[in-house]
């Protein structure tokens, strides 16, 4: 009896021990391991948040990001927030350095909100129906990025990575606008970015 009583205590504590670990791995996973910093890009004039890399080699990404436009003119200062999800199919050795990395191409699309008096998500009731048509406070944006990766030698070191990035985007109200303008050129639409992302 005792035997299995020990025998039972030592299956429940394994089960248990396994259970943790699981828990464990997937907070692990929860935590992100880097932080991204970017400067423009049509979600503030600085913005910064955390970014999470999974699937096979890193090649997705999730990036939440918090960014900020100051007061200019008669215009309040905004806050922005953005949920942006990357795609990088490859990434070649710089030939440099096996430290070093390039992503030739990264796509992308990304949702953001403002909020501020002047935005609205839903069209308010003194608006004629369908007055506007798209809300003036979510964007849906797409991406097209390249990033330098830089890794560190040093494995004590708390930075193991950083990562420099330059982006072209554009949203969905400049997409409408190009397609009914005449005046409007490709160019005109597309919004730019650079970023820093620091991998610990």
Known sequence: MRRLNFSLCLIFLMGYSLML???????????????TIQYAGNIGIVSVG??????????????????FVPAYHNYE????????????????????????????????????????EDFWLVEPNYYPDNYYGL???????????????????????????????????????????YFNSKYLKLYDIIGFALGLKIHF
């Open 77 to 116: 200062s905004t806050v922005c927030l953005s949920v942006r999800e990357m795609y990088t199919p490859w990434r070649l050795n710089a030939g440099v350095s096996e430290r070093i990395s390039f992503c030739p191409v990264s796509l992308g699309i990304m949702a953001s909100v403002t909020f501020g």
């Open 135 to 177: 809300s003036t406070a979510l964007r849906f944006f797409v991406l097209l990025s390249q990033q330098f990766d830089f890794k560190i030698e040093n494995y004590s070191a708390r930075i193991k990575q950083i990562s420099f990035y330059y982006q072209a985007n554009t949203y969905d109200l400049r997409i409408v606008d």
């Open 21 to 35: 670990s699981a828990q464990n791995k997937v907070i692990a996973r929860l935590i992100p391991h880097e932080m």
């Open 50 to 67: 955390p970014t999470w890399n999974y699937a096979k080699n890193d090649c997705l990404e999730t990036t939440l990001l918090l960014g």
